[in-house]
């Protein structure tokens, strides 16, 4: 039996402790096992405000909020309240069979009231890729309500993540997830809006065409009459917040409408006002039949995701007879949806949605934009709270820093090092900080890293 005591004051002895037991037996998402197993990792053991403090008391500033989800940071008295609240009054009760419970109800009367117009219907899971399964139950239900059950594809695009499960990492366009599972026969990939990568002599306006070209290529190539829906993240996020040209969105939009192809915007991270806006759909001017969210949703104080579905496709799938044979033991948890009306009431009603829109977004981008002038970035890209650094050896030829990523892995533990929780994703550092920081917060984010570039710089330039 191990002893959960949490580690308070934090001891050498104690961090040391954790640190083999975990290496021992607790098997890591997304993480070199081998490696893992022999060396460890880092064990947080709490976190304040935008602050988490290892098993040895280092506090690192968290560039990342969590996982992309704790977008309000971890101080949030009243999202704590109300899920031990709920825990106290019904700590569990199902959503099948006819049976409901009130907090999933108010969650999901909030959602309509903060969703683009004509989303008025919530399904809810415990997680982005559950949602993302959802998504094919549903509009393949759809389209069968409709007798055109011969229309079955998804398109998605090279590089998205849309979650882990069989389903979504089908969807997903990541190669090393690819390599590893044997995916669903009805899923197609395109190629992602990268202009820094893919865009050649093209102005980021004219790819943006291009790349949103694709999709008719591929709908043709495939018949219209076969293809369902096109999945997309508004900005892909962890594919290296890969910011599309203005152009792109537009064009999407237009090919799917005359094409008679669902639209279903991923907003697992995008979503609750990553990108400036409640959805990133809004933010690009989509116009979704259906959206993914998760992570923000809850502050990610409890696993909860859902899909919003439009009118368009609830009119078809709640006026047909029969079951929708699909659901979760925790679609509509109790705690999960009252840490998701909590947390729609802190972003809608303390204003702290509207200041990051009109401030501390603006603020960031305009601090991140400075480090264009960096001897070794290639490009910034920025929208709302979302940044990503490429990191390039010639900023003219757009040689990559180091081989196979080591650049920004290099930049990214020198960050880590120094007091900055970011990412490196391929050859780009990516940062997503929570929106309750100070603008001199931000400051000492920037500093931290161009600290770490300026290390990068020597090691690689
Ligand atoms: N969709 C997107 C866009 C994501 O970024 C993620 C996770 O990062 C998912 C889906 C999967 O969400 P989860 O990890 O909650 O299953």
Redesign the pocket.
């Known amino acids: 039996m191990t002893n959960r005591k949490p580690l308070q004051p934090a001891t050498a002895d104690g961090a040391n402790k954790l640190h083999n037991l975990d290496r021992l037996h607790h098997l890591h998402p997304f993480t070199d096992l081998q490696q893992y197993a022999n060396k460890g990792g880092r064990v947080v053991s709490r976190a304040e405000h935008i602050y988490i403090f290892d098993a040895t008391d280092k506090k690192i500033m968290d560039g990342m909020s969590g996982?992309?989800?704790c977008n309000l940071g971890y101080s949030q008295p009243t999202i704590v309240a109300a899920i031990t609240e709920q825990l106290q009054t019904l700590p569990y009760y199902n959503s099948f069979f006819n049976c409901s419970n009130e907090a999933a109800i108010t969650l999901a009367a909030e959602l309509a009231d903060v969703m683009p117009s004509g989303f008025n219907r919530f399904f809810f899971t415990?997680?982005?890729?559950?949602?993302?399964d959802t998504n094919i139950r549903l509009v393949h239900r759809y389209f069968d309500i409709l007798e055109k059950p011969q229309k079955r594809i998804f398109i998605s695009r090279k590089n998205?993540?849309?979650?882990?499960?069989i389903a979504?990492s089908s969807l997903?366009g990541m190669s090393a997830m690819h390599k590893q599972i044997t995916g669903l026969t009805y899923v197609e990939h395109i190629e992602q809006p990268y202009w820094f990568e893919n865009g050649g002599s093209n102005t980021p306006e004219e790819y943006g065409l291009i790349a949103a070209r694709a999709l008719e290529a591929k709908i043709d190539e495939l018949g219209e009459e076969n293809v369902a829906a096109f999945i997309a993240?508004p900005i892909?996020?962890?594919g290296g917040v890969i910011v599309p040209p203005t152009s792109y969105w537009p064009e999407i939009q237009r090919i799917c409408d005359e094409r008679d192809i669902l639209l279903i915007s991923?907003?697992?991270?995008?979503g609750f006002g990553r990108t400036g806006n409640w959805f990133g759909c809004e933010t690009y001017g989509m116009k979704p039949d259906l959206i993914?969210f998760?992570?923000g949703v809850s502050n990610g104080f409890q696993?909860l995701?859902g899909v919003a579905v439009s009118d368009k496709v609830a009119n078809v799938i709640t006026t047909s007879d029969g079951e929708f044979a699909h659901g979760f033991t925790y679609s509509g948890h109790p705690a999960a949806c009252a840490a998701g009306i909590a947390t729609i009431a802190l972003l809608r009603d303390s204003g702290i949605l509207e200041h990051t829109r009109q401030h501390l977004g603006p603020y960031f981008r305009q601090r991140c934009q400075e480090l264009s002038e960096h001897a070794i970035v290639g490009e910034v890209r920025t929208q709302g709270m979302l940044a990503a650094f490429e990191l390039v050896k010639n900023k003219d030829s757009k040689e990559r820093l180091g081989p196979d990523g080591s650049g920004a892995q290099f930049a990214r533990d020198c960050a880590i090092e120094s007091g900055l929780m970011v990412r490196a994703v391929g050859d780009s550092i990516i940062s997503a900080p929570p929106f309750v920081c100070s603008n001199d917060e931000i400051n000492i984010l920037i500093d931290r890293l161009v600290a770490a570039l300026d290390a990068a710089s020597d090691e690689f330039g």
């Open positions: 996982l992309w989800c415990n997680s982005g890729s559950e949602a993302n998205a993540y849309h979650g882990s499960t979504a997903g993240e892909q996020g962890a991923d907003e697992v991270i995008c993914t998760a992570k696993p995701g």
